[in-house]
């Protein structure tokens, strides 16, 4: 049987308990709201992309542990990217979530407490929504 | 006090060799099935099968006979009286979809309008939403008093001429209180608007009489009755059902067909085309013979009490939010007790005590429960709900309890690191 210790991971709680990027006020470019329709997790992204650089990253919304850590290592973990590599980046942590062992190990040591995630098939989603509306952000361009 | 339940044993799920630590708390969304549900449905298969309605060799007949005498069953079971008729469905979804697709659209005009309730599941509150959007006519919703139940005055005062149908829950999914269905049958029928009533929750509380109820329409489905899923009813008082269009078109459900047109049959089976789904109305049946052979006096006693300990085991955890203020001890009817509760655990989302909950082996429903409109009307987004059922005992009550203590010390000790 999966164990809450298991899920809840230190580290993962970490993030949840001192989010980065939680409500933080930015100049944004782009920004895209996300929800996860089965269990209700709101999350809206806000990023400022500048000089082809994600320059800032927050986010806001009411969801829940494993969603919010996973969007507070997203927010530290993309800042300062190129857009032009952020699909080949954030491949590893979603591959990581998924399950699919696809990239190297290095590029997803960062996110270690996420891999556990994919054992809890009805908490991938929680842990997938930042990103999946993050990718929506960056296609998004505020007016 | 027993700590556990006389009919657990009936339930294979918890035997040794499946999920012996169990603790089941989700019944408002299925209950789990009898040993006598599954092999009345598994003899019937194996040894009964075919298809009902249609063939002419004796198998078929006594499968068709086996449908009939379901129908009857399912009418003494609800009560309803002789000028009636009975529909099997795949659900309750699929009933409140017949009625509003075949006796609501067909009236819908621009000045025509739709009353439901605050409280509504999204299974009968979407097709009523579909219908007034595509004819530009108004979905009015009828508020709730402070203590969860439908606001009959208000409720009064949106009714008039142009209204087509109220559609309510006999017992919401999310609060768990019996609406006063009967009352709100009076005001409608007092303004000739007909009633349909969402009896999804309310059947597993057992002495539903819809001749009493007075509604024109009762829908549910087997699965929250320790049936199977895939099969429903929907009760048509009078002769509702003759005025209304079939509602999926195909075979079994017709009088005469040319390449040109087709005569439908006027029975209840213009509305269950194709092949019925007789092994699910046979173990409809076998629960609803199961429960009787309980005793509905028992079962509503077993529930109650479990339902009061649950009540006040919550209410002694200062963290626990829920949706609703529960009634104080003296305002408390027994028979309006809920057999579920929504909440919140305070500094925790839903959906993290449910997979810390789960992780003690104990199933709960964490989300919006299909009613987000509600949980929005509340200014949250998801609750945790606990529900009870048959194989309940007060030891799951105080596993739940102690799973909750657990779930927030967890989360409340690590936020003071």
């Known amino acids: ?143 | 006090m027993a700590t556990t339940s006389a009919w657990k044993h009936d339930f294979p799920i918890f035997s040794a060799n499946a999920h012996p630590k169990l603790c089941y708390l989700d019944s408002a969304a299925t209950c789990l099935t009898p040993k006598h549900v599954a092999d009345a449905m598994y003899h019937y298969q194996c040894y009964s099968h075919a298809n009902s309605h249609k063939g002419l060799y004796q198998l078929s007949a006594n499968a068709t006979e086996l449908v009939e005498k379901g129908r009857n069953k399912v009418a003494e079971f609800l009560n309803a009286p002789m000028q009636s008729e009975l529909v099997f469905t795949s659900g309750t979804t699929e009933s409140i979809n017949i009625v509003a697709n075949c006796f609501v659209a067909p009236k819908m005009t621009r000045d025509a309008n739709i009353v439901i309730s605050s409280a509504e599941h999204h299974a009968n509150l979407l097709p009523w939403q579909e219908i007034c959007r595509l004819h530009d006519a108004e979905l009015r919703i009828a508020p709730l008093t402070p203590s969860g139940i439908i606001d009959i005055k208000a409720l009064n005062l949106l009714l008039d001429n142009n209204t087509l149908i109220v559609a309510i829950s006999h017992v919401s999914n999310v609060l768990g209180f019996i609406n006063p269905v009967a009352e709100v049958c009076q005001l409608a029928q007092k303004k000739g608007v007909a009633v349909l009533v969402d009896g999804a929750q309310a059947v597993a509380h057992g002495n539903v009489n819809v001749a009493e109820i007075g509604c024109d329409f009762y829908t549910f489905s087997a699965h929250k009755l320790y049936g199977p899923t895939g099969c429903g009813v929907l009760y048509a008082k009078g002769d509702h059902l003759s005025h209304m269009p079939p509602y999926i078109l195909g075979g079994g459900i017709i009088n005469k067909v040319t390449y040109q047109e087709t005569e439908y049959i006027n029975s209840p089976l213009k509305f269950e085309p194709g092949s019925h789904n007789v092994v699910g109305i046979i173990g409809l049946v076998e629960a609803i013979d199961y429960l009787n052979d309980i005793s509905w006096f028992d079962i509503t006693r077993h529930i109650s009490d479990l339902s009061m300990y649950l009540g006040d085991k919550l209410a002694s955890l200062d963290f626990v939010k829920p949706l609703i203020k529960p009634l104080s001890k003296h305002s408390r009817n027994v028979q309006s007790l809920p057999s579920l509760v929504s909440f919140q655990l305070e500094g925790i989302h839903a959906h993290d005590v449910a997979s810390l909950l789960d992780s003690e082996n104990i199933a709960v429903r964490a989300g919006h429960h299909c009613a987000q409109p509600l949980h929005k009307m509340f200014g949250v987004h998801a609750s945790i709900r606990s529900s009870l059922g048959l194989y309940n005992s007060y030891q799951d009550i105080d596993r739940l309890v102690v799973a909750l203590n657990n779930a927030y010390q967890l989360f409340a000790i690590r936020e003071l690191e």
């Not at chain 1, 919304?61 to 507070?72: E, K, L, P, Q, V």
């Not at chain 1, 530290?76 to 990581?96: E, F, G, V, W």
């Not at chain 1, 990103?131 to 007016?143: L, V």
Request: hydrophobic fraction near 40%; proline fraction near 3%.
């Open chain 1, 1 to 143: 049987m999966n164990t809450a210790a298991g899920l809840y991971q230190q580290a993962l709680l970490e993030h949840h308990k001192n989010p980065i990027g939680f409500h933080k006020q930015i100049s944004i470019t782009h920004s895209a709201s996300g929800d996860n329709a089965v269990c209700g997790d709101e999350i809206t992204v806000e990023v400022n992309i500048t000089a082809g650089k994600i320059q800032e990253l927050a986010f806001l919304g009411d969801s829940c542990a494993i969603c919010r850590a996973s969007a507070s290592m997203m927010c530290q973990h993309l800042l300062h990217q190129r857009l032009s590599q952020i699909a080949t980046i954030i491949k590893a942590p979603m591959d990581l979530i998924n399950g699919e062992c696809t990239t190297a190990v290095n590029s997803t040591e960062c996110y270690s407490s996420l891999a556990v995630i994919n054992t809890y098939p009805v908490r991938k989603q929680c842990a997938l929504l930042p990103w999946q509306t993050f990718i929506n952000a960056i296609n998004n361009k505020n007016e």
